[in-house]
């Protein structure tokens, strides 16, 4: 969103109201619920909920959902990361939903010093989302990875091999991911490049197409067949990132596990 304010004032309820998802995901909320207006703290006909980091106007996720999650979980039981409120895994049925909004491996100064922690951070939520898949859950992943796997995944990997986010590292993990389990579901059916999802804010980039692609919707196994389409939709200009999503069939939902919590089946 790179503030949800900011982006509502260009457009984002807007779209919202149009746009027939079930399910919405944003991430870099830069936001409490306090500091929301009615609008989107409770937008009429969706069900909305916010994680916000402590440090005030910084990261932060949102979930807007036609129908109420059973559960949503908000902590990784990991301090260091739970203060930066990154997550929100939701609970419908059989089906989770992780909604999440990856570090950035650049540090305040521009340098590498917060790729170890980008990387933990990746660990561990890879840890907790195989918890849930072993429990029965198919489990969809989606939001801003902050990572492009693949040189076609932005249009000058040449210049940008030493720039966080595309550091072998942050690849190789993101390649650990689809390696143990997880499908990136637009490049399952899109194998050419030119695709992108965030542009940087200096003029003229994005009308040239020069961006990278490091928003996805990861499917699990279990979740994968019940997706039917994945596509970006980069003429929505709210912010410097486009919205992505995916198609999937509504028996995806189905509730012949009946967990307690999540990860609890019983």
Not at 48 to 63: N, P
Not at 165 to 188: K, N, Q, V
Not at 228 to 245: E, I, K, L, N
Request: a positive charge.
């Amino acid at each position: 969103m790179n503030g949800l304010r900011a982006c509502q004032r260009k457009g984002f309820g807007r779209w919202l109201a149009r746009s027939g998802a079930e399910i919405v995901g944003v991430q870099e909320v830069r936001a409490r619920l306090d500091d929301l207006p009615t609008a989107l703290a409770k937008p009429r006909r969706w069900h909305a909920r916010f994680s916000a980091a402590e440090r005030a106007g910084y990261s932060g996720v949102g979930l807007f959902s036609r129908r109420a999650a059973d559960s949503i979980e908000t902590s990784l039981g990991v301090p260091r990361f739970d203060r930066e409120g990154r997550v929100q895994l939701a609970r419908y049925g059989r089906l989770v939903v992780a909604n999440v909004y990856f570090p950035n491996g650049n540090g305040v100064n521009r340098d590498h010093s917060r790729v170890p922690y980008k990387l933990e951070f990746y660990q561990r939520l890879w840890t907790r989302l195989q918890e849930l898949r072993r429990s029965g859950y198919r489990v969809i992943v989606m939001g801003d990875f902050n990572t492009a796997h693949q040189e076609l995944d932005l249009a000058r990997p040449k210049d940008n091999r030493k720039t966080s986010g595309f550091l072998l590292p942050e690849r190789e993990e993101l390649s650990r991911w689809l390696a143990t389990g997880f499908t990136d579901t637009f490049r399952a059916t899109e194998p050419d490049g030119g695709h992108y999802t965030w542009w940087s804010q200096r003029q003229g980039v994005r009308a040239r197409n020069i961006g990278w692609r490091i928003d996805y919707v990861l499917a699990s196994r279990a979740a994968l067949p019940f997706v039917h389409h994945a596509f970006h939709q980069p003429r929505v200009q709210g912010s410097d990132h486009c919205p992505v999503g995916i198609d999937v069939d509504a028996a995806i939902f189905g509730t012949d596990v009946e967990p307690s919590s999540l990860g609890s089946p019983s």
